[in-house]
């Protein structure tokens, strides 16, 4: 490796070291401080804004009633919110359905990339590329593949049904809009998923197989007795992760939607910034912002098993 | 462990049976992998008909051709009056070329920024001992924890509060509403933090005996040697931000900052409801998206893997 400078020692002073580190403290202060400011005011303060607003009947725009303390009274009344509790179900539902969909189908695929055959770097990247295609933009192009009267999809549920099945109304439909939308999701989504347990797979180590084929193991059981429990913390993982997913949920309702019809495809989120935004309901908005926080606080474990991880290597 | 239960279980095999194992009829090994690439090829299919279709769509600028091809095959094959012409009416009817200047623009700034502020912090946690260090450690950690959405109502109260240099007294509907909030991020100084840990302390040792400075160790040392977290720090960065749909969609009023997406979102909303535009707009946004996707492959796959971590 070429480096800039030369290795040599010279003469160095008591003094010179104690300068220095003086100097060291102030410029260590000085390349924290721009993230420590930034962090301050556009995370930290907003956050505790919302634990404070929360208590509050806040509104957005200045108004003639005064902003007043409310206790919990904005918590409880999300008790009786029947939107909300909608949104409650509608993610429940997204989560029950898509975390194990989209992490067995993610586990299925990063088992046929993981073989030796030629051409597999070319599936894995068609596999990822829906990941990358932004959600706003491909949820329109969803949206024309679930048109009702004559979409590409009602064609072929058509033709592979022989006719027995739809056409559907898909996105106006009350019981079809939210699985709709969970498909496009899990299209979108799974890629991602793959490529972490991809990452899994090849952790394992070759000498397990080997092992296990001298025992006489068929592929089948060298599947469940050694790749899913060596995949156990990755599995882990993904699912945690799907399922912070599926309370962020937003985007593709916005887009498709708009939480139609009826309550049908209501999200915490979504319901959140219609709140806060569009009739101006910050100190509710903020209570159902702190709610969100907890539900998704499950996302500490792979972050925290992350750091541990990280400060072990160190020592 | 369960290995061992494993092996016990296969262990009363005989000899014979291990060794008759591998040796399988040819044609049936053809016949799997036929199967095999048959699968995949379906698979690839799946994946990728929205977005085929999506292009093939944007081609056609007769509408009613279109709306009578998307019931069949011929939706995926581009004939007949195949022209820009539906690229042309996006540009007409919407300022496509400034929402892509303002997508650009906004990520850029943020990625750039970020890659600066956020490694230079975590560069003086990992490398230069100074009061508060592990509590500043710790603090960076949790806010990981702390998802966007549940900050972004009260983070909109308080950017409407704040001045700006050009004498506005709010940054709604500006570019540093888009940018400054987001060049701080903890995760990626958390990245940051523990690659620099990583390289061995000698190599910059010898350059501060020789009487480099500090920054110019960063700058000449650190940022060279960690090329591969700042690729990656980047392009995940680029991956999140140039898909950002809620932020933007609170602070832009009107085009003059309006990003992509949320010009997208817009340009849908937005009668006469005519598939070939919105089509032709969305095939500009992915494929943009896609090229870079393929340029830097090998990066997007290893970035993949913290967006997961982050949910």
């Known amino acids: 490796m070429h ?47 919302a ?36 949104a409650l179900f509608n993610n429940t539902f997204f989560g029950i359905v898509v975390v194990p969909v989209e992490t067995g189908l993610a586990l299925f695929l990063a088992l046929l990339l993981n073989q030796k055959l030629r051409g597999m770097s070319v599936f894995r990247a068609i596999y990822f590329s829906p990941v990358v295609t932004p959600l706003a933009a491909i949820s329109v192009v969803w949206a024309f593949l679930y048109n009702p009267g004559q979409g590409l999809i009602n064609a072929f549920l058509k033709a592979i049904s022989f006719g027995h099945l739809g056409p559907y109304t898909w996105l106006n439909d009350a019981n079809l809009a939210l699985p709709a939308i969970m498909f496009l999701s899990i299209w979108q989504g799974v890629g991602l998923y793959m490529i972490i347990y991809l990452a899994g797979l090849q952790n394992i180590p070759q000498s397990l197989y080997e092992a296990a084929r001298v025992d006489g193991a068929g592929r089948w059981h060298q599947l469940w007795y050694i790749t899913l429990p060596q995949l156990r913390n990755t ?56 709610v969100f926080f907890l539900l998704v606080l499950i996302r500490i474990i792979p972050i925290l098993r992350y750091v541990v991880a990280a400060e072990k290597r160190e020592e | 462990m369960e290995l061992t239960t494993h092996k016990g279980r296969t262990s009363s095999r005989t000899p014979e049976k291990v060794a008759s194992m591998p040796a399988q009829p040819s044609s049936r090994k053809y016949v799997g992998l036929t199967l095999n690439y048959l699968l995949m090829s379906l698979l690839a299919i799946f994946f990728l008909f ?30 007949d009056d195949i022209s820009l012409q539906n690229y042309n009416d996006a540009f007409q009817r919407f300022p496509f070329g400034l929402y892509l200047f303002n997508s650009l623009f906004i990520v850029t700034c943020i990625v750039v920024l970020g890659l600066l502020v956020n490694s230079l912090i975590a560069y003086a946690l990992a490398r230069m001992p100074f009061p508060g260090r592990k509590l500043i450690l710790i603090i960076i950690v949790a806010l990981v924890v702390i998802p966007f959405e549940s900050v972004a109502v009260p983070l909109l109260l308080l950017v409407n509060q704040l001045p700006w240099f050009n004498g506005a007294t709010t940054w709604i509907n500006s570019y540093q509403v888009q940018i400054i909030p987001f060049i701080a991020d903890a995760f990626s100084i ?3 933090y523990q690659f620099f840990i990583d390289i061995p302390r000698d190599i910059e040792e010898a350059a501060f005996v020789d009487g480099a400075s500090r920054l110019r160790i960063y700058w000449q040392l650190i940022v060279p040697l960690s090329r591969p977290v700042f690729i990656t720090v980047a392009i995940w960065q680029f991956l999140v931000h140039i898909g950002d ?16 997406m949320v010009g997208m979102r817009f340009f849908f909303g937005q009668a006469p409801l005519h598939w070939g535009d919105i089509m032709a707009f969305a095939s500009m946004i992915t494929i943009l998206i896609l090229i870079v996707f393929l340029l830097f492959q090998r990066w997007f796959l290893r970035s993949a893997a913290f967006a997961g971590i982050t949910g």
């Open chain 1, 3 to 49: 480096l800039p400078f030369r290795a040599t020692t010279s003469t160095i002073t008591p003094s010179k070291i104690l300068r220095r580190n003086r100097k060291e403290r102030y410029l260590s202060w000085a390349f924290a401080l721009p993230a420590l400011t930034l962090l301050l005011i556009f995370l930290i303060i907003p956050f505790l804004l």
């Open chain 1, 51 to 86: 634990i404070y607003f929360s208590l509050t009947n806040q509104r957005l725009a200045p108004e003639p009633l005064p902003t007043s303390f409310l206790g919990l009274r904005n918590y409880a009344r999300m008790l009786t919110d029947d939107t909300l509790r909608r």
């Open chain 1, 235 to 290: 599995t882990f993982f993904v699912m945690i992760a799907t399922t912070v997913q599926a309370f962020k949920l937003y985007t593709q309702v916005e887009v498709m939607t708009q939480g139609g019809p009826g309550s049908a495809t209501v999200t915490v989120i979504w319901y959140m910034v219609n709140q806060g935004i569009h009739h101006l309901h910050v100190g509710y908005a903020s209570a159902i912002a702190v």
């Open chain 2, 50 to 79: 929205p977005v085929v279709f999506m292009v093939i769509s944007s081609l056609k600028a007769n509408e009613n051709q279109l709306l009578q091809d998307v019931t069949t095959v011929r939706a995926f094959i581009p004939y």
């Open chain 2, 190 to 192: 958390f990245l940051f």
């Open chain 2, 245 to 260: 749909f809620l932020w933007p969609l609170m602070v832009t009023r009107g085009d003059t900052y309006r990003p992509l």
